[in-house]
């Protein structure tokens, strides 16, 4: 076990590589997220790691820790009615927007190991076949690599396909390989995952998304990131675009409109008077 100081200093520490806020109270995560990292390191107590910190400045080590203490929590269609709303709602209707322009692109935000994108695939190849002519793209962002290496290689453990994939859909989209199931390239070639902090400097994208993701991320933030974070996405999300967060959360309503349907609730940007 670490001393209180040790323990505020990797609060510090990962606060300000992921602006993820740790309180006092959850200092007992530090144990059991850097487990393995303190073993790579030859290493056995936290008051050695920080140790190690104090004495010299090594910025890898540094975002390796702040990557380790976040909660990659996720799984297949988790929180079925955001996606009933999209089968139901939402996609009907930007289909129908996009029908000249024929292209649509997505963007799962903390993706983690990249459940939540997968899942969206297969809802539109399931849901809306009208698209295979269309141009999809699904962007999968994490801070963390070794999530975004995992969601790269599609790749998951049967305890993982358990939690929420559908039979039907297991049997169709992904192969057994021993105890795991790896993701067919019809899905697979819908997405793209990289390695993205959300919070830190602009975001690398380009053109702007019709629907983003940003679920049970905003959690860990303060109100001052979270707002900051807001206003980035909204800078990449196109006029008529839609956001979902997670059902504890909320956005700032000065760029954002809450609409409620099919009992969860989404966003829609407000246009910005220039």
């Known amino acids: 076990m670490g001393t209180a100081a040790d323990y505020g200093y990797l609060r510090r520490l990962v606060l300000g590589h992921s602006h993820n806020v740790l309180a006092p109270s959850q200092d007992y995560l530090f144990e059991a997220h850097l487990s393995r990292l303190l073993r790579d390191l030859g290493m056995s107590r936290v008051e050695e790691l920080v140790r190690h910190l104090r004495a010299r400045r090594d910025p890898a080590l540094e975002r390796a820790i702040a990557e380790a203490m976040t909660i990659n929590e996720t799984s297949f269609f988790r929180d079925q009615r955001p996606f009933e709303l999209l089968r139901k709602e939402l996609l009907p209707a930007l289909i129908e927007r996009r029908r000249e322009k024929r292209s649509l692109r997505f963007w799962s935000a903390a993706c983690s190991t990249g459940q939540e994108a997968l899942s969206l695939?297969?809802?539109?190849?399931?849901?809306?076949?009208?698209?295979?002519?269309?141009?999809?793209?699904?962007?999968?962002?994490?801070?963390?690599?070794?999530?975004?290496?995992?969601?790269?290689?599609?790749?998951?453990?049967?305890?993982?396909?358990?939690?929420?994939?559908?039979?039907?859909?297991?049997?169709?989209?992904?192969?057994?390989?021993?105890?795991?199931?790896?993701?067919?390239?019809?899905?697979?070639?819908?997405?793209?995952?990289?390695?993205?902090?959300?919070?830190?400097?602009?975001?690398?994208?380009?053109?702007?998304?019709?629907?983003?993701?940003?679920?049970?991320?905003?959690?860990?933030?303060?109100?001052?990131?979270?707002?900051?974070?807001?206003?980035?996405?909204?800078?990449?999300?196109?006029?008529?675009?839609?956001?979902?967060?997670?059902?504890?959360?909320?956005?700032?309503?000065?760029?954002?409109?809450?609409?409620?349907?099919?009992?969860?609730?989404?966003?829609?940007?407000?246009?910005?008077?220039?």
């Open 121 to 274: 695939a297969m809802l539109l190849l399931e849901s809306f076949p009208e698209l295979a002519t269309w141009a999809i793209r699904i962007d999968g962002t994490d801070i963390c690599g070794e999530a975004v290496a995992r969601a790269s290689a599609a790749r998951y453990h049967r305890i993982e396909v358990n939690r929420g994939l559908p039979a039907r859909y297991l049997v169709k989209y992904f192969e057994q390989d021993g105890e795991e199931w790896i993701a067919g390239p019809e899905i697979r070639g819908l997405c793209n995952f990289r390695q993205v902090n959300l919070c830190t400097g602009p975001l690398p994208f380009g053109e702007k998304f019709d629907l983003v993701f940003l679920r049970n991320v905003m959690l860990y933030f303060s109100q001052e990131t979270r707002r900051s974070l807001l206003s980035e996405i909204h800078r990449h999300t196109a006029s008529d675009g839609v956001l979902v967060l997670g059902v504890s959360e909320q956005a700032d309503s000065t760029l954002w409109t809450s609409v409620l349907a099919g009992g969860t609730s989404y966003y829609r940007p407000v246009r910005q008077r220039s």
